[in-house]
Each structure stands twice: as structure tokens, then as C-alpha cells.
């Protein structure tokens, strides 16, 4: 029996980047020998533009309505991502951004790395919107789904990637095994403020910084970036869109 994974990205409003994601996640890049890989879009709190499109799609998707409706934005993010690896029907989850262009074998790379004892992540090429974090590059590859080069992001990827991992990184796309990622609580209802989760006052630490952490104190894993997993990121996606 194979092993089954579910790639996971959310949408709101940008119908532009709905089709980015579904173009990306309906690609060969999306399968792996092996395994039995379905995708999946989840509608947050989505436009009626964005579900009627959905409707459209080749793609399964389903559709999430936030229980604190005016909430702060990014803390309806987060209890997004944790109804979307809830309600999985696959034994693996992989999170995925709206607003990122997969390379060959990004999926199969990350798996490699997927053994109880790592939370593997991918290394993004990043378009220099924003300051990229660790091990982050900054390649304007295109900073929206209409201006991508997707030659040059193949000559990126060929001479970048490289075949080992490295300790900490960014935090998406990401692979949990879903039983633990529910187990162990899922991501924090927001960023961590002094004040406390889902405030917006005082010295900030992110929730997918503080999952990851909790993740290694409880299991001992370790969060790692594949250097053969490139995802190219456009950064602030739908918000900037």
C-alpha cells in the first residue's frame, strides 16, 4: 500500500494566484514515485469570485468560514491551516503558499527527509519584496503569476540546488505527519505577543516559529531545510495583490 500525502494551500481573494496554485499543484512537479499524492485548496473566508471559480477547477477544494470572522487576518490564517490538516484524508500533510512556483522534484526531496525525526522544509528562492530569512535567496524570478520567468527560475534551480539539509530555516512549505501534527496541538491561534497568543501587543514571536519549536521539545525533532527542495516565492502574495 503506498504511502499517501496531501499538499495543502490556502486562497482568499486573488483569482490571479488561484490559478498560479492550480497550474503549480496540477503539474508533474506534484508527484512522487511511491506515493499517493492528492492536493487540495482550501477557501479562507474566501470571495464569492473564489468559490464560484473553485466550482470551475479540475481541483478538490473545500471551503472554511472562521468562527471569529473580524478577527486579525493572520490569526485567521492559522486556524485555517489547522482545519486544513484536520480534515486531511491523507496520513501526510504538506503546506503549501498560494503565491510559490514548485521546481522538479521539490516533493520527492522532501520526503527523502520525512522519517519521524525531521520537520523538512524547502528552501525558497524569494523575489526581494521583503528581506528573505534564513538560508533564503533573493532572485526576482517575478513578483507577480503574470511576470514569472520560468526560465530563469529553471537556471536557478539547476545551479542552485544543492543535495543536503541544514539545522532551522524557514517554515513552508513544510511536511507534518498529520496524527502527530494533531496531537501535538497544531499551530498557535497567531503570533505570540508578550500579552499572549492571538494579541497584537509587545515583542512578537511567529506561530509557525513557536509550533516548530515545540515540536523539537516534545518529540526532538529537528526543523531542517532541504537545499534539493527550491520553491520560488513571490512573498505577500494575495496581500499584496
Known amino acids: 500500500m503506498k504511502k499517501s500525502i496531501e499538499i495543502i494551500s490556502l486562497i482568499f481573494k486573488s483569482v490571479e494566484y488561484l490559478d498560479l496554485i492550480h497550474k503549480e499543484l496540477t503539474s508533474e512537479k506534484c508527484k512522487v514515485n511511491g506515493w499517493d499524492v492528492s492536493i487540495r485548496i482550501v477557501a479562507n473566508d474566501a470571495t464569492d469570485e473564489i468559490i464560484n471559480k473553485l ?3 479540475d481541483i478538490p477544494y473545500s471551503i472554511y468560514n472562521d468562527p471569529i470572522p473580524n478577527d486579525y487576518y493572520l490569526n485567521r490564517v492559522y486556524r485555517c491551516w489547522n482545519y486544513a490538516g484536520k480534515t486531511s484524508k491523507s496520513d501526510n500533510i504538506c503546506f503549501v503558499n498560494s503565491d ?4 522538479n522534484g521539490w516533493l520527492e526531496n522532501l520526503l527523502k527527509h520525512h522519517d519521524g525525526t525531521n520537520i523538512p522544509t524547502s528552501r525558497l528562492v524569494e523575489s526581494g519584496k521583503m528581506r528573505s530569512g534564513t538560508y533564503g535567496i533573493s532572485i526576482d524570478c517575478g513578483k507577480s503569476p503574470k511576470k514569472i520567468d ?3 527560475w529553471e537556471k536557478v534551480n539547476t545551479s542552485m540546488r544543492e543535495d543536503n539539509i541544514y539545522s532551522g530555516g524557514l517554515y513552508m512549505p513544510c511536511i507534518f505527519e498529520k496524527t502527530r501534527f494533531i496531537e501535538s496541538g497544531m499551530y498557535p491561534e497567531g503570533n505570540i505577543y ?6 497584537l501587543n509587545g515583542f512578537v514571536q511567529s506561530g509557525d516559529d513557536w509550533y516548530f519549536r515545540k515540536l523539537e521539545s516534545t518529540y526532538g525533532m529537528r526543523h531542517v531545510t532541504v537545499f534539493d527542495s527550491l520553491v520560488y516565492h513571490i512573498q505577500e502574495g494575495e496581500k499584496d495583490d
Open 55 to 57: 466550482t470551475k477547477l
Open 100 to 103: 510559490m512556483v514548485f521546481s
Open 150 to 152: 520560468y526560465e530563469l
Open 194 to 199: 508578550t500579552d499572549g497568543v492571538g494579541t
